[in-house]
Structure formats: structure tokens, C-alpha cells
């Protein structure tokens, strides 16, 4: 645990002196061209309309209804109600990266992305507001680490009036992480906005979790009127970066993020544990019906447990490719997409996976059922439609409205 927390002091050093240096250099270089334009924050700035938005780099995808809704650079929200055949672009107030969409219902969604953005839909995703963004995370933050600095101050106290070794050396070492934590979180509110949603996930139209990059984890109890920092109940000391979160079985939480982690609650959120991982590399992506459970990520690495993540099984996949998100289309038929235009298709009454490499080979980024039946995989290059067996459908793909 030492060893991983100074690794990550050291990481996040190299990254804030990246971060100074980049700045430095592009500071010189408008000063030298005399340059006259006014930055302005993606996070205020609504996405471009464009014709060309279902081609730009799209992350997520989900089907709510009748409904198709992808999101993506720049802002980009789109959304079909004909299987994928065409899309409109929504209107979005940022034109900061969205990373991940759901819907609670099938008008009442999130999508959460770069720079600590929260947005919501109350109309299938067709228009979308504001709920939250990286300025009110870094301040929920600091707060949340003045907290635990001052509750690890008291747990050193009672250790040393206790004389437990053991307690002081926890206590110790509790006090050091939350030091870290509290400068790390005040560097970031120096900063501005920086970190990113990974995913989004709801029980319903009012509880729900928000996850991203460096540990960081958001609940709201209130559809989103209110969201709270819940980083430090996770149990994430090291603060590895979580990628993905589900529901296993009927009142159970799972997470799953770098070099393995995998948390699980089993009282909707308020309490976590870690559960042994059969895997140090990155996890990206996670299924889940009742406790039969799927996690999967770098390099191929699939895994599969039927009891709610206590024990697993390797599933191999005949790639190498690194897995982004999949769906399951029945009990039976469950569908992976990834890196290097990579499908992987599982059937339950088949040992062996089909591997499928799309002829474009571009990263692909998830993947939903359409009312249709086909399959409608966004990612690098936007979307595109396969039918069942994976095999790519030659038709055009048209946007039905945009500007450029």
C-alpha cells in the first residue's frame, strides 16, 4: 500500500509538471503570434452543431425506449429513433468530452464526462442541463479532505494514548494519506477543473453514483440537485482510477478500476469492501445479472464469477485486444467491443468466443441493442451497425440535422 501511494505521488508530480510546462509553451507561443482571442472554458461553451457529430469520436452508447443516445467529443450528444440508421444531434450546454450516458427511465437520463461534468435529460436526451461540474467537485473535495485530515489527526491522538503499536502504525499511515490527499486536492482547486466521469450509474430517477479518473466518486440522493463526495467511503487509498459501476444482484453496488480493483457494496453504496481481483491490469468495463458477473479490460483479459465476485474464472477470448464495454442481448448471447475494431461474441452453450476485427480496425468505445435487433457500436469513428453475427452493415449512416 506504501509502495502504491508513493508511486502515485510521484505520478501525479509528473503530470502537474506536464501540465506547467504545457501551459508555458502554449503561453510563449500566443505571445509570440500576437494572439488576440479570448480563451473560453468548454465547460460553459454549448457543443458546436454539426452534420458530421454521429462521425466524430463518440464513447458511450445506450438504448432508453425506443431510443439510440451516444455521446462524445466536444459535447457531442446524438441520438436515433430509427435503430441507428440516422441521428440528430441534442443540444448540450458544454463542449467538454462525455464519457459515459444512462437512463433511470425512458426520458430521465445523466451523462458525465471531462472536467467533472455532470449533465441531465428529463426528455430522452434531447435537451440537456447542467448539474454539476469539476469547480464544485474540487471544492467538495477539499472540504471532504479537511475532514479525514482532522479524523486521522484524532486517530493518531488514541493511538498514542493506547500504546497499540499496530493502531499507531495504521494511524500513521492514515495521517500521511490524508495529508496527500488534502494538498493533492487543493492543487486541483488551484487548478480549475481537471478530472474526469468515467461512468454514471442510477437506481432510479433520484439515487445515484458518479465515478472517474484518481478515485474520484459523487453519490446524489436527489436526482442530482445535490451531489456528494463519497471518494473517501471507498476505501481507495491509493486513489486508482474506477472505470465502471453496476448493480450485482437486488441491492448490491460493484466497481472496477486500475490495476485490478474491484469494490463491492452490498447496502446500495453507503459501505465498501474490497474483493480479490484475478487480474493487476486495468479493468475498464463490467456486466452483471444478479450475482453471475462479468469484468473484463486490458489486453483481452475476461472474467467471469457466479457468485458476486468472490471467486472467478478466466474466460479466454482469443484476443489480445484491450475490451471497452459490452451488452448481453439475452440470457444466453453477450456481445464485447474494443480496441482495434474488436467484437467479441460469447455464447453460453459455446466453449469457444468468436473474435471479429471490423475491416476499419478503429478503437471502438461501447455498444447497444436496437429496437431492430442489429447492433450499434460507437467509438474513433463514430457509428456503425452490425448485425448479430458481427458482420458490419453496408448502408449510409445520415445525420438529420446540423449546422457545419
Same mark, same amino acid.
Do not use: C
Given at each position: 500500500?506504501?509502495?502504491?501511494?508513493?508511486?502515485?505521488?510521484?505520478?501525479?508530480?509528473?503530470?502537474?509538471?506536464?501540465?506547467?510546462?504545457?501551459?508555458?509553451?502554449?503561453?510563449?507561443?500566443?505571445?509570440?503570434?500576437?494572439?488576440?482571442?479570448?480563451?473560453?472554458?468548454?465547460?460553459?461553451?454549448?457543443?458546436?452543431?454539426?452534420?458530421?457529430?454521429?462521425?466524430?469520436?463518440?464513447?458511450?452508447?445506450?438504448?432508453?425506449?425506443?431510443?439510440?443516445? !451516444?455521446? +462524445? $467529443?466536444? #459535447?457531442?450528444?446524438?441520438?436515433?429513433? &430509427?435503430? *441507428? /440508421?440516422? %441521428?440528430?444531434?441534442?443540444?448540450?450546454?458544454?463542449?467538454?468530452?462525455?464519457?459515459?450516458?444512462?437512463?433511470?427511465?425512458?426520458?430521465?437520463?445523466?451523462?458525465?464526462?471531462?472536467?467533472?461534468?455532470?449533465?441531465?435529460?428529463?426528455?430522452?436526451?434531447?435537451?440537456?442541463?447542467?448539474?454539476?461540474?469539476?469547480?464544485?467537485?474540487?471544492?467538495?473535495?477539499?472540504?471532504?479532505?479537511?475532514?479525514?485530515?482532522?479524523?486521522?489527526?484524532?486517530?493518531?491522538?488514541?493511538?498514542?494514548?493506547?500504546?497499540?503499536?499496530?493502531?499507531?502504525?495504521?494511524?500513521?499511515?492514515?495521517?500521511?494519506?490524508?495529508?496527500?490527499?488534502?494538498?493533492?486536492?487543493?492543487?486541483?482547486?488551484?487548478?480549475?477543473?481537471?478530472?474526469?466521469?468515467?461512468?454514471?450509474?442510477?437506481?432510479?430517477?433520484?439515487?445515484?453514483? !458518479?465515478? +472517474? $479518473?484518481? #478515485?474520484?466518486?459523487?453519490?446524489?440522493? &436527489?436526482? *442530482? /440537485?445535490? %451531489?456528494?463526495?463519497?471518494?473517501?467511503?471507498?476505501?481507495?487509498?491509493?486513489?486508482?482510477?474506477?472505470?465502471?459501476?453496476?448493480?450485482?444482484?437486488?441491492?448490491?453496488?460493484?466497481?472496477?478500476?486500475?490495476?485490478?480493483?474491484?469494490?463491492?457494496?452490498?447496502?446500495?453504496?453507503?459501505?465498501?469492501?474490497?474483493?480479490?481481483?484475478?487480474?493487476?491490469?486495468?479493468?475498464?468495463?463490467?456486466?452483471?445479472?444478479?450475482?453471475?458477473?462479468?469484468?473484463?479490460?486490458?489486453?483481452?483479459?475476461?472474467?467471469?464469477?457466479?457468485?458476486?465476485?468472490?471467486?472467478?474464472?478466466?474466460?479466454?477470448?482469443?484476443?489480445?485486444?484491450?475490451?471497452?464495454?459490452?451488452?448481453?442481448?439475452?440470457?444466453?448471447?453477450?456481445?464485447?467491443?474494443?480496441?482495434?475494431?474488436?467484437?467479441?461474441?460469447?455464447?453460453?452453450?459455446?466453449?469457444?468466443?468468436?473474435?471479429?476485427?471490423?475491416?476499419?480496425?478503429?478503437?471502438?468505445?461501447?455498444?447497444?441493442?436496437?429496437?431492430?435487433?442489429?447492433?450499434?457500436?460507437?467509438?474513433?469513428?463514430?457509428?456503425?451497425?452490425?448485425?448479430?453475427?458481427?458482420?458490419?452493415?453496408?448502408?449510409?449512416?445520415?445525420?438529420?440535422?446540423?449546422?457545419?
Amino acid at each position: 500500500m506504501r509502495f502504491q501511494s508513493v508511486r502515485n505521488r510521484i505520478v501525479t508530480a509528473i503530470l502537474r509538471l506536464t501540465k506547467i510546462k504545457t501551459s508555458l509553451l502554449v503561453g510563449s507561443l500566443m505571445f509570440a503570434l500576437g494572439a488576440q482571442a479570448t480563451w473560453q472554458d468548454p465547460l460553459n461553451t454549448p457543443s458546436l452543431e454539426t452534420h458530421r457529430a454521429h462521425e466524430s469520436l463518440l464513447l458511450d452508447i445506450t438504448r432508453t425506449g425506443g431510443r439510440l443516445v !451516444a455521446v +462524445g $467529443a466536444h #459535447g457531442h450528444v446524438v441520438f436515433s429513433d &430509427d435503430s *441507428g /440508421k440516422s %441521428w440528430q444531434q441534442a443540444k448540450t450546454p458544454s463542449s467538454t468530452t462525455l464519457t459515459s450516458v444512462f437512463f433511470s427511465t425512458a426520458t430521465t437520463g445523466w451523462a458525465v464526462g471531462h472536467d467533472g461534468l455532470i449533465l441531465h435529460s428529463n426528455d430522452a436526451g434531447e435537451t440537456w442541463v447542467k448539474q454539476f461540474d469539476g469547480y464544485q467537485a474540487n471544492d467538495a473535495m477539499v472540504k471532504g479532505a479537511k475532514v479525514n485530515k482532522q479524523q486521522a489527526e484524532k486517530e493518531l491522538e488514541a493511538a498514542q494514548a493506547s500504546g497499540d503499536l499496530e493502531a499507531l502504525d495504521q494511524a500513521e499511515f492514515h495521517l500521511e494519506n490524508s495529508t496527500y490527499a488534502l494538498g493533492d486536492a487543493e492543487y486541483d482547486q488551484r487548478s480549475g477543473s481537471t478530472k474526469p466521469f468515467l461512468d454514471v450509474w442510477f437506481y432510479d430517477a433520484k439515487l445515484g453514483f !458518479a465515478i +472517474g $479518473a484518481y #478515485g474520484m466518486a459523487f453519490h446524489t440522493t &436527489d436526482g *442530482g /440537485k445535490n %451531489w456528494i463526495d463519497w471518494s473517501s467511503k471507498l476505501g481507495n487509498g491509493d486513489r486508482l482510477h474506477i472505470n465502471g459501476i453496476t448493480m450485482v444482484g437486488s441491492r448490491s453496488l460493484m466497481l472496477v478500476g486500475e490495476q485490478g480493483l474491484i469494490l463491492r457494496s452490498d447496502d446500495m453504496g453507503d459501505n465498501w469492501r474490497a474483493l480479490p481481483s484475478p487480474y493487476d491490469g486495468s479493468l475498464f468495463g463490467l456486466m452483471a445479472k444478479n450475482d453471475d458477473v462479468l469484468v473484463f479490460g486490458l489486453r483481452g483479459n475476461l472474467y467471469h464469477s457466479t457468485d458476486g465476485g468472490i471467486q472467478w474464472q478466466k474466460v479466454f477470448t482469443n484476443s489480445e485486444q484491450t475490451l471497452m464495454a459490452g451488452i448481453s442481448k439475452n440470457d444466453r448471447a453477450i456481445t464485447l467491443v474494443g480496441n482495434g475494431g474488436s467484437i467479441i461474441l460469447l455464447d453460453r452453450n459455446s466453449a469457444t468466443p468468436k473474435s471479429i476485427i471490423l475491416p476499419d480496425r478503429t478503437n471502438l468505445g461501447s455498444v447497444a441493442q436496437a429496437p431492430d435487433g442489429s447492433l450499434v457500436i460507437v467509438g474513433e469513428a463514430g457509428v456503425e451497425r452490425v448485425d448479430v453475427n458481427g458482420t458490419a452493415i453496408q448502408e449510409s449512416i445520415t445525420m438529420a440535422k446540423g449546422g457545419l
